[in-house]
């Protein structure tokens, strides 16, 4: 059910669109690959398993207060005696045990991020020239916001939200995507009448300068 009525159709024909002039679909717009199958729930028990696996790591660290150190010798002790148990058991059966180049990572993945990772240095490098002063300063208030809030937070249980937020928020605004674009873009455009008609009110009303002294 819509949250909008036929009261406000009319309002609501100059206020139709996407968010923020977007013409591709969400999927489309996340990149339309594993990740955005990921982020948008299309592969549910990947999705699932990431957001169980990490707020298992958030609950063992913040809440039982486990070692990090301690977490990987023991994860690697358990690794081992797998290992271990998997390959004595194989000399006295028939198992075929795994190629080893199989487990193995793959070059293609240090490609892939190394290609992300220049792609980061070079738009930091662009932002941070100022050639665009919006998105410059946008740049630093997010950073400065996320120092404040990083204050009151730990590094763990903050990481933690965002991959909450991550996990959840993309998958509920493509579910309700109408409604959701309704209110931002009236939101917006309400609040540039308002801002405005403050500009009109209050700003432009302020003196600029001291008028200069009629020389005699």
């Known amino acids: 059910m819509p949250i909008y009525t036929s009261s406000d159709s009319d309002d609501h024909n100059h206020v139709s669109g996407k968010w923020f002039g977007r013409e591709r679909s969400l999927h489309a717009a996340l990149g339309g690959g594993q990740v955005a ?6 592969n549910k028990s990947v999705s699932a398993a990431l957001l169980l696996g990490f707020t298992m790591i958030w609950f063992l660290f913040e809440v039982l207060e486990y070692n990090f150190v301690s977490l990987v010798c023991h994860i690697t002790i358990l690794v081992m005696l797998m290992v271990f148990v998997t390959y004595t058991a194989a000399k006295f059966t028939d198992w075929d045990l795994p190629d080893i180049h199989q487990i193995t990572i793959q070059e293609t993945s240090f ?5 992300k990772l220049n792609y980061v240095l070079l738009r930091f490098y662009e932002i941070s020239s100022g050639e665009n002063f919006l998105e410059f300063f946008l740049v630093i208030g ?4 996320t120092s404040v809030i990083g204050n009151h937070f730990s590094s763990l249980n903050l990481l933690f939200f965002c991959v909450v937020c991550l996990g959840t928020l993309p998958a509920l605004y493509e579910e309700y995507e109408k409604e959701i674009d309704h209110l931002i873009i009236k939101g917006r455009k309400d609040a540039m009448k308002m801002f405005k008609r ?9 003196p600029r300068g001291v008028k200069e002294k009629k020389r005699k």
Do not use: N, P, S
Not at 111 to 115: A, I, K
Not at 142 to 145: R, V
């Open 198 to 206: 403050f500009d009109a009110e209050v700003l432009k009303k302020i």
């Open 111 to 115: 490609r892939w991020l190394y290609r």
């Open 142 to 145: 997010a950073l400065w916001m």
């Open 37 to 42: 199958d990921i982020l948008l729930w299309r």
